[in-house]
């Protein structure tokens, strides 16, 4: 049991470092309504940009910078497959991702790049949950850094720019009606949801002191498990957009307290991301089977383009 | 106000499905025209308002909205001078915002959508005001979100959307055809006033020959991608169905087989 209560704060840390990726997410997953898998590479951009930033003598703030354009950049690249050249956004980001993998390692120089935590200022750290000054502490500064871009976001998507994003995520046509360009706003929503995918995953470089060329794989996967159990969990508290936020955020904090749990309960770890694959994939099903077997109402919002 | 030359659009060209849908058609509508646009299934209507609102590219001719060439213009640059009400009430609004909300994205339409505020305090006395005119209780309800609101409800909303910023030009695909008998009397009935009051140049296709006669001041019929018959003023008001259906058979030289046409006499 000891040995669960202390592992517990770093899940908690690394629960709301996910937050952050999780809140990319969201974005593209529910307001633009595109899966973006882009955010698998893009989160070892990231990190592989923080750290070499780093190593190479930039502070972390530089560094951090550096890791949000190298992500906005990824983003940028899938709107561009998607909108510009007409590939599926699914698709596009599956490019992307595959593209990022050779990118990353070419950023690194190899498959991984190690930080000391004592020769180089971070931010954040393993060593940073116990026994360190209150504000320094990682769970006190990523949860501050949180805040942060709940609050940005939420300026955000109230501006004129923000509302057509969300107008075209939710009904394209409509918003073409409008004179809303829905190419440019599908293209600026996948960049800033992969700059933040990619500052979650410089937090998680320096968290655990080292980038790793498979540090992204299955992102998308935790991603949207937090979103799922935030919205279940907080989705009928939670209706103003900064709460719902908050919410995905939680719903990361969630996930990774489970996941230690499961682990301390003994579970073959290898098996992890097939628990993590299905608990999803149940959950992904809901509103299907939901409409199917308990529908009165179901109905959903025509989305298809029809000419006639 | 509206200039179509000799546009064609052809569809799934050389496959089997290549369906000819415009052409070489031909349309002039002026300042304050109020044409309704009748036809059977296929005729070409519904593409023909995509032709002019830039939802695809045409395969050839030109398009001018108040003189100006829009025919290279991409949609959403077309929608600055175009206010339109779909067919489909779910496709006029977006669900899961606002009523205030999908007001505000209507009165910017045309213009940069900068970092300032997507709604202004002061815009929303504008909306309710607005909103009043439909009588639906809408004005209480500014910050529901539209999804909840019925078909009608939506169709209204989407037709106050599409005059908010007075229009050149308006396109209604069958903006009733969805809705039930006493909504769509309501929903045209506010048609009627904001196009009379704004004064509006207004392209309107309905599978409702009554309609199509009663309204406007010039009618349009379509046939296999081309207008087949216009008429315009008295000669317009003169009207009656049985004389459509004649003039139909007339111009096509086939009967006018259409179960919804005949159902609307």
Known sequence: MMSLMNALPGAVAQGLIWGIMAIGVYLTFRILDIADLTVDGSLGTGGAVCIMLMLTGHSVWVSMAGAILAGMAAGFATGILHTFMGIPAILAGILTQLGLYSINLKIMGKANQAINVDKYDLLVSLRFIRNVAFHKNTIFVVAVMIVLVIAILYWFFGTELGCSLRATGCNDKMARAQGINTDFCRVLGLMVSNGLVALAGALLTQYQGFADINMGRGAIVIGLAAVIIGEAIFGRIFRNFGFRLLGVVFGSIIYYLVLQIVIWMGIDTDLLKLLSAVVVAIFLAIPTWKGRYFSTTGKKGVRCDVRG | ?265
């Open chain 2, 1 to 265: 106000m509206l200039e179509v030359k000799n546009i064609s659009k052809t569809f799934n060209q050389g496959t089997v499905n290549e369906k000819k849908a415009l052409k070489n058609l031909s349309l002039t509508l002026h300042d304050g025209d109020f044409v309704t646009v009748i036809g059977g299934n296929g005729a070409g209507k519904s593409t023909l308002l995509n032709a002019v609102a830039g939802v695809w590219p045409v395969d050839a001719g030109q398009i001018l909205i108040g003189g100006k060439d829009v025919t290279k213009l991409p949609e959403y640059k077309r929608a600055a001078f175009l206010g339109r009400v779909f067919q489909d009430p779910m496709n006029g609004t977006a669900a899961t915002m606002g009523i205030e909300e999908n007001l505000a994205l209507a009165l910017r339409r045309g213009k940069s959508r900068t970092l300032k505020a997507g709604i202004k305090n002061s815009e929303r006395d504008l909306y309710s005001a607005w909103l009043k005119r439909l009588s639906l209780g809408l004005e209480e309800r500014l910050t529901s979100k539209v999804g909840l609101l019925s078909g009608g409800q939506r169709q209204a909303l989407t037709l106050l959307m599409a005059t908010l910023q007075r229009p050149q030009l308006l396109l209604l695909d069958e903006h009733t055809a969805a809705l039930d008998p006493k909504t769509a009397k309501k929903v045209l009935d506010l048609t009627a006033e904001i196009v009379e009051e704004q004064k509006l140049t207004t392209l309107m296709i309905t599978h409702n020959m009554k309609d199509a006669i009663q309204m406007g001041n010039r009618l349009i019929m379509m046939h296999e991608g081309n207008v087949i018959y216009d008429v315009a003023g008295e000669e317009k008001k003169k009207l009656t169905v049985e004389d459509l259906l004649h003039k139909f058979e007339e111009a096509s030289g086939e009967e006018f087989a259409n179960d919804r046409m005949i159902l609307a006499k």
